[in-house]
């Protein structure tokens, strides 16, 4: 549900909800108290108890002790000037609200007003004659209390006129209304207490409790805790996706987090491996030079030869650095490419012979084999596709074990590629160590020596070279057999505009 949605839900919820609860309590209450005044009372008749107008209450109260008084009037009016039965009757209507007053001519010969005291509105009773035979009517007096009065005439047996009040004191409400009020101010406020949790409960659970875990996912964050999942409850509305997008940031952070921890570890694995493989060749030049200022080099064969061993270490720090300086740029993609349009088969000729002689100086067999035609061409960077000859070649000679190595260079075309492959009868790679070999610091060695050396990145660049050409690159080898390195690289072709 869309927090929108959810707002209109909560405006009616607080609005709409309590009120028709409330109506329908309303309702309720007054029908059981309404059913409840009629069987205490003994009425017939309904009672509107909503009504404003009080008076029809209070009506209906007596309409059962008028008609008994008119019932007794008819057989024994005397009956009226009984103080006993006056006081019964009395008590009787005192049940239903009101009471009784008994006026013989102009005077008061009974009041039956529980409290005691003459009301200040005795001498504005209606005079004889007003009485009537409907008892739905009534009179209204207003004075300081506000009063209904049923008047009731009649003879005396002794030829006196006679009138008998019920008054009912219209200021009060019975207990059976005062009771409904009661019960609906209590289940208002119980209405409105419900609605409020549950919607306090429902807006925690949809809206706060989603903000909450974001508090503390945010709190994890900038306490560098990353290792925690914000779990989503409901992903259909604005907070859900708000939760998924911070879940998809943190994942994204403890990547970066985990990258640079990983890149932290493998520059420093490269500081060490540079570091080690720096200090083989410096240790051989300080001690060839020493030789040389010793005298140890007497004849100019000897010197010839320390000063080649010399040049010889320096060209292969030369190489360390360069391999440090290029690994940089790769990091930052600024490899600078200079391509061109080359020949195949001429390029691939040249490097084999140049690369020829240091193997034949390593007593390592060359072959190279060229399937493609003499005018095929690609585009490329020849010095970076230079790197990545001299790489592999360098990476089958470090691992050689054969006391007769063979490394072979084959290229192929393959339709709208050529293929090269370069192939070593070196000790060859284990199956689960082949596909992470073009991974940066990747070695087979677990211990590292200094007959093996190289910084670990060799491989990688190679991988980086060929992808940034457009090409593949991939392996395939068999322990104690050998190696093959492949890659395929476009052709060059003339697009024909009509």
Request: one cysteine or more.
């Amino acid at each position: 549900m869309k927090l929108k949605t959810r707002l209109a839900v909560a405006f009616l919820t607080v609005t709409v909800v309590p009120m028709l609860l409330i109506f329908m309590a309303f309702m309720g209450l007054t029908s059981y108290q309404t059913s409840e005044i009629r069987k205490n009372y003994g009425l017939q008749e309904p009672v509107e108890i909503l009504s404003a107008n009080s008076m029809q209450i209070f009506s209906r109260l007596t309409e059962s002790s008028q008609a008994e008084i008119r019932e007794k009037i008819s057989e024994d009016p005397g009956a009226f000037e009984d103080k006993e039965y006056l006081d019964q009757l009395n008590s009787q209507v005192l049940g239903k609200y009101a009471y009784t007053i008994v006026r013989k001519g102009n005077r008061i010969i009974y009041e039956g007003n529980p409290a005691g005291e003459e009301e200040n509105f005795y001498s504005e009773l209606p005079p004889y004659g007003n009485g009537n035979e409907d008892i739905e009517g009534g009179i209204y007096l207003d004075g300081d209390r506000q009063h209904l009065l049923k008047q009731i005439d009649f003879v005396f047996p002794d030829g006196d006129e006679g009138s008998l009040f019920l008054v009912s004191n219209v200021d009060e409400l019975i207990p059976e209304v005062e009771s409904m009020l009661r019960e609906m101010v209590i289940s208002g406020i119980l209405i409105l207490c419900f609605t409020g949790v549950a919607l306090t409960t429902w807006v925690y659970r949809s809206i706060w409790r989603p903000l909450g875990q974001l508090q503390q996912a945010t709190k994890n964050i900038r306490d560098g805790n990353l290792d925690f999942t914000l779990e989503v409850e409901n992903e259909d509305d604005e907070l859900g996706r708000l939760c998924m997008d911070f879940e998809e940031m943190r994942i994204r952070l403890k990547e970066s987090a985990e990258e640079k921890v990983q890149y932290d570890k493998e520059s420093k694995e490269l500081i060490s491996n540079i570091s080690h493989d720096l200090k083989t060749p410096i240790t051989a030049i300080k001690g060839y030079v020493e030789g040389i200022m010793d005298g140890v080099a007497s004849s100019p064969e000897k010197l010839d030869k320390y000063i080649r061993t010399i040049y010889n270490k320096a060209n292969d720090m030369d190489r360390l650095i360069d391999e440090l300086t290029f690994y940089s740029k790769i990091d930052t993609n600024k490899i600078p490419y200079t391509f061109s349009k080359i020949n195949v088969a001429e390029y691939f000729e040249d490097c084999v012979e140049e690369v020829g002689l240091d193997l034949d100086a390593r007593g390592i067999e060359m072959g190279y084999f060229n399937y493609v035609d003499r005018d095929v061409e690609i585009i490329a960077d020849a010095e970076q596709m230079k790197r990545v000859i001299n790489n592999i070649i360098g990476n089958s000679i470090k691992y050689m074990d054969k006391k007769r190595g063979i490394i072979n260079i084959r290229i192929q075309d393959v339709g709208d590629f050529i293929q090269v492959g370069i192939e070593d009868n070196g000790r060859g790679i284990a199956a689960k160590d082949l596909p992470n070999i073009f991974d940066r610091f990747y070695r087979t060695d677990a211990s590292r020596n200094s007959s093996k050396g190289g910084s670990g990145i060799g491989l990688s660049i190679v991988k980086k070279i060929i992808e940034d050409h457009g090409g593949r690159i991939w392996a395939t080898s068999k322990e104690g057999i050998g190696t093959e390195i492949h890659f395929v690289l476009r052709k060059y072709q003339e697009v024909i505009q009509e």
